[in-house]
């Protein structure tokens, strides 16, 4: 195989989401037949509960297309999570597996040692039809990881870091190597294999290593066949970033790749509002460090800080580990799990001309509710202290933090 | 779609990402209105002057972003080709998908201008600029998207296949 060269692959599940039933070439055309109901999984998240009548008429349209169709493996509200976040904790990624999603973020799954791409709902009925897809193939960027992380930095610093460097790499694919690797546990590395979307790279893929096997028998998957790059495998280039330098990082507002900063360097800039979650960021560790840093504090009264659990396991364990109460106390808003304000969905969208800092996955222009806003991209560490502080701030200058 | 297809060009700069070309609103709203609103938060108003035929020419990592049906929207308002310095993989699937080429072409953007008239030959995979009749040569589009293309989107390879329910959810 070369860059350039088109590869058909069989699939070994499909993921569906509710956002489906808001794509007219899905509820005009609907499949009339698939290729294994059983491989064929539908979570909702993106509009969870339906904020307004639109919504309620495409997740009501979904709905009947999993009766119509006999998909059992079906996640409705109150049963998932965000699908990337609610797979890897369901057991569903584990090495050498193919998945198609209706989502961008899909390069998350690549945290698994497998490869799942995002594909528009059109393109996801011919998965659902035929259990099959194509992929392109493309150079590869090795980007080699040592050290640990240190003081208040987190996987999304270790990510932003590296967005600033490398800029957007269209139909290109990383793979992640080094020591540092082991250092990073499954969440951590899963919030970088997500963000790599916002690079444009088709695929971004974690080695197969004790760390994943650990996680993945937990969930009760035994046997499967890691992968592991040909000895004799050719780089497009290779980046090196040692993980202990790394200092809490902010993307500006529109924009990811070659648009970062050290927080230091922006800090001061008031924010009207101040969001954590995402598929990305909404895991037990960002409410842990949310709780860890808004413990015995109040959100500062100049904004106001959203927090949205990626899945409905977090969102338990984050109420029975006492996180979600300390959130609660500090005055902050604690939503179910969805996408949500993550991209303009509901709960929590800017007016126009506000400021906002988010934990969450994209910062486009408009993105979040109004296009007058700015949006700023950090750490849920970041974002937290920020919400604490009024302005942005790092994580470092809220004492107690660490 | 045609092997040949000549348009005037609106120019892009790098970045141009999905939720510019279908913003948030796009989803609640009825199927025909959506494509008012492409390009809605980085230049308001261009969507209405947009002409049946005209193609779009933009700088690095075009359609960087979500699987939304930005494309759809392109289409919707009449684009019938979108060339730019790189573009992004799942934007690329989105656009074919939706009967819509793209190009790829490594310094497209010096060459081409907001306003300049441009022909494609996708059989000889050159572009011509009408002022000065300059040609450019592009890579040939793989067969497996031009003929998702020539069948005006994947629904539609789908249908002939048998696939499609005739009833509408
Ligand atoms: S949380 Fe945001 S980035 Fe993740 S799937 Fe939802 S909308 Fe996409």
Redesign the interface.
């Known amino acids: 195989m070369e860059p350039g060269d088109i590869v058909t692959v069989s699939v070994d599940r499909v993921i569906l989401l509710d956002i489906a039933g808001q794509h007219p070439e899905l509820i005009q055309n609907p499949p009339a037949r698939v290729f294994d109901p059983s491989k064929i999984s539908v979570v909702f998240d993106h509009f969870v509960p339906a904020p307004n009548v639109e919504m309620a008429n495409g997740t009501a349209k979904i709905r009947k297309l999993v009766k119509r169709l006999n998909l059992n493996d079906f996640y409705d509200y109150g049963s998932g999570g965000i699908a990337h976040a609610f797979a890897a904790e369901s057991g569903w990624f584990y090495p050498g597996q193919i998945v198609a999603n209706t989502d961008s973020h899909s390069v998350a799954a690549g945290a698994f040692n497998m490869l799942s791409r995002g594909l528009g709902t059109p393109e996801l009925m011919q998965v659902m039809c035929t259990g099959k897809t194509w992929f392109a193939v493309g150079e590869t960027l090795k980007v080699d990881l040592s050290g640990k992380l240190s003081g208040m930095s987190e996987a999304k610093d270790v990510f932003l870091k590296m967005a600033g460097d490398l800029g957007d790499m269209p139909n290109m694919n990383i793979e992640f190597a080094g020591d540092g690797v082991m250092a990073l546990n499954m969440d951590q590395r899963t919030v970088i294999s997500t963000m790599c979307a916002e690079l444009s790279v088709e695929f971004a893929v974690f080695p197969g290593d004790e760390v994943l096997r650990s996680y993945v028998q937990e969930r009760g998957v035994q046997e499967y066949s890691p992968v592991s790059p040909d000895p004799s495998a050719s780089y497009a280039g290779a980046y090196q970033l040692d993980m202990s330098e790394v200092v809490p990082m902010a993307a500006l507002p529109d924009s990811v790749a070659g648009n970062t900063r050290p927080v230091d360097d922006i800090q001061g800039i008031k924010v009207d509002q101040c969001t954590i979650g995402s598929c990305a960021n909404g895991k037990l560790s960002d409410l842990e460090v949310a709780a860890r840093i808004l413990k015995g504090r109040k959100v500062h009264p100049g904004t106001r800080l959203i927090v949205t659990p990626a899945t409905q396991s977090i969102y338990l364990r984050g109420m029975e580990l006492g996180y979600i109460p300390t959130i609660v106390k500090a005055g902050a808003i604690v939503t179910n799990p969805t996408c949500g304000s993550c991209m303009g969905g509901h709960m929590g969208l800017l007016a126009d001309g506000e400021t906002a800092i988010t934990s969450t996955t994209r910062n486009f222009k408009g993105r979040m509710g109004s296009r007058d806003a700015r949006i700023y991209m950090a750490s849920s560490a970041t974002v937290a202290a920020s919400a604490v502080a009024g302005e942005i701030v790092s994580p470092s200058s809220i004492p107690g933090g660490s | 779609m045609d092997d040949k297809i000549s348009g005037r060009v609106w120019g892009f700069g790098d970045?141009i990402?999905?939720?510019?070309m279908y913003?948030?609103i796009c989803?609640?709203?009825p199927?025909i209105d959506r494509p008012k609103y492409t390009m809605?938060?980085?230049r308001p108003g261009w969507a209405s002057q947009v002409n049946r035929g005209d193609i779009i020419v933009a700088g690095?990592?075009f359609g960087?972003?979500?699987?939304?049906?930005a494309a759809?929207n392109l289409v919707g308002l009449g684009i019938v080709l979108v060339m730019a310095e790189?573009?992004?993989?799942?934007f690329m699937?989105?656009a074919v998908?939706?009967g819509l080429p793209v190009l790829r072409m490594d310094g497209i953007t010096q060459w081409i201008a907001e306003g300049d008239i441009i022909q494609v030959d996708f059989q000889n995979c050159t572009v011509t600029r009408e002022q000065d009749g300059s040609v450019r040569e592009f890579n040939r589009i793989?067969d497996?998207l031009m003929n998702i293309v020539r069948s005006g989107?994947?629904?539609e390879?789908?249908?002939s296949?048998?696939?499609?329910?005739?009833?509408?959810?």
């Open positions: 970045d990402n999905t939720d510019l913003p948030h989803y609640t709203l199927e809605w938060a980085n690095r990592n960087v972003g979500s699987s939304r049906p759809a790189t573009v992004n993989g799942l699937r989105n998908n939706s793989p497996l989107g994947i629904i390879v789908l249908r296949q048998g696939y499609i329910d005739s009833e509408p959810l």
